[in-house]
């Protein structure tokens, strides 16, 4: 599978027009929110009222919504009809004083891939997410953190037309953040790809990265009054003549040279990781030299493959980071809802009975579903004590889990990852600490190494190996006693 460089100009270029004539205020409320002022904020869907991105709730009254090239205007109630959780939008538009509130002036989406799933997804040892390809493009699909529409993690097949959304990771794959399941491979099946254009012949064909894409009279160019040209970025949408050929009926270049000004939020997922002063994010150059980071503790981890947002101005190309945040996380919570305090923004989880709860902090960036009821939004007051609920987040400066995503369902199994806080035992009995919360291990647990593959000697291996601050995984499959099925360490 062929590596895919996607820079966020496109998308960002689309939505520059909107700002044309709008002067930029200069406020910058970065610690509460998005960006302050006037810029382009790039992120997913986390919810609605009008709609929510990067932890802003924009006002979209009147806003120019572009859907995959479909042109509508927002009343300020519909977005919820036309967009979707999951999906990576960019917002044009002004952001108040306040960080957490603002204007829209456009939103646009378009999604990453659509296509045909090449392959039966092949899951990785944890069962939390699927690989599979899509033309020559690799999707990771998250069991627990992408949005599905029309499918499920478990429905996940070949032959599939899906519709992806997401962030290119540093090895090339696409991290889905939605898929959209538009029904089986057909003849009126309609396939989108974007890519650079080789190998044009001149006359009716060209490649992007391993498949070959046809025109012919009826195909209709938009801004490319000259035809295609080897080292465009392009993308085609048309129909399969075959599993590598698409027959194009629209083809639309998707690259702009744009100079931008005023403030960008942008997340996404880091790559090219050379230092603080010297890394990628959806292929924008990025200087965090001088940013300030939440959690504090992200300044001496940030890496390669982290999902994080970053907020501050262009400088010749280049996005000077005022501040980066992470997106992504390293604490996993499966358990019952204790109790919730909506206005607090917080909940209690339980996830070994008589340990001491786990507290949860959600705010604007969370994006919540509701899986069991499938009533799709959730919040905070939809919970209800005893309700089961998956949880990916990470850890506060300050000690509350920080949730970025969390999911109403039934569960087969609670768990909990983060780093350890204390372990001892041994092949026949003893016990796990991590967050404060203890789960007992015995003769019958699982013990795997960071490879999922089980250590010979059980217990006695991984107690003598288990450190303060690993990162381990403890399980108690369902009905939940209380003492761990499987523990395993986690990278």
Do not use: W
């Not at 799933?117 to 069962?127: F, H, I, K, L, Q």
């Not at 905070?380 to 109403?408: F, Q, T």
């Not at 039934?410 to 009995?429: F, H, I, Q, W």
């Not at 291996?461 to 003492?483: A, T």
């Amino acid at each position: 599978m062929r590596k895919v460089h996607k820079s966020i100009l496109p998308a960002i270029a689309l939505a520059t027009v909107a700002l044309t004539g709008i002067s930029c205020n200069g406020g910058n409320q970065l610690a509460g929110g998005g960006i302050g002022g006037t810029g382009i904020t790039t992120g997913t869907v986390t919810g609605f009222g009008s709609i929510f991105v990067n932890g802003v709730e924009f006002d979209t009254t009147g806003a120019t919504r572009v859907v995959d090239e479909m042109e509508s205007v927002s009343t300020g109630s519909d977005d919820a009809t036309v967009l979707g959780q999951g999906m990576v939008v960019t917002v044009a538009g002004s952001v108040n004083a306040d960080g957490v509130t603002g204007s829209a002036l456009s939103v646009s989406y378009d999604e990453m891939v659509e296509g045909p799933v090449g392959n039966t997804p092949v899951e990785n040892a944890d069962m939390t997410a699927k690989t599979f390809g899509i033309f020559d493009l690799n999707v990771v699909a998250n069991r627990n953190t992408t949005v599905y529409v029309n499918t499920d993690y478990p429905s996940l097949g070949m032959d599939r037309v899906l519709e992806v959304s997401g962030f290119i990771d540093a090895d090339g794959n696409l991290q889905a953040t939605r898929i959209v399941d538009h029904g089986v491979i057909g003849p009126a099946s309609v396939v989108q790809l974007k890519g650079t254009v080789s190998l044009f012949n001149g006359v009716d064909s060209f490649m992007l990265g391993g498949i070959t894409v046809g025109f012919d009279g009826n195909t209709v160019f938009r801004d490319l009054p000259g035809g295609p040209v080897n080292g465009q970025y392009v993308e085609a949408v048309g129909s399969l003549a075959s599993a590598t050929v698409i027959q194009a009926t629209i083809i639309e270049m998707k690259q702009a040279n744009v100079t931008l000004t005023g403030e960008v939020s942008l997340e996404g997922i880091v790559s090219a990781f050379h230092s603080a002063a010297d890394f990628l994010v959806n292929g924008q150059p990025v200087d965090a030299s001088a940013a300030t980071f939440v959690p504090a503790q992200l300044a001496n981890s940030v890496a390669d493959n982290q999902r994080v947002e970053v907020e501050g101005q262009i400088s010749a190309g280049v996005l000077i980071a005022s501040q980066v945040a992470q997106r992504g996380g390293n604490v996993d919570i499966s358990g019952r809802v204790v109790s919730t305090s909506p206005v607090a923004g917080t909940l209690q989880v339980e996830v070994v009975s008589g340990q001491p709860l786990l507290t949860v902090s959600v705010d604007s960036r969370t994006q919540m579903e509701d899986e069991q009821y499938h009533q799709g939004a959730l919040t905070l007051a939809d919970l209800n004590a005893g309700d089961e609920v998956v949880i990916e987040g990470y850890l506060d400066s300050n000690g509350p889990v920080i949730a970025r995503h969390l999911e109403r369902s039934a569960l087969d199994k609670y768990e909990l990852k983060g780093p350890v806080d204390m372990a001892s035992g041994n092949a026949l009995s003893g016990s796990v600490t991590i967050l404060g919360v203890t789960m007992p291990t015995s003769d019958t647990t699982g013990f795997d190494d960071i490879d999922n593959q089980p250590y010979a000697n059980g217990g006695d291996d991984f107690y003598s190996l288990v450190m303060p601050g690993d990162l381990v995984k403890v399980e108690d499959n369902v009905p939940v006693d209380g003492i761990a099925d499987e523990v395993e360490f986690e990278r």
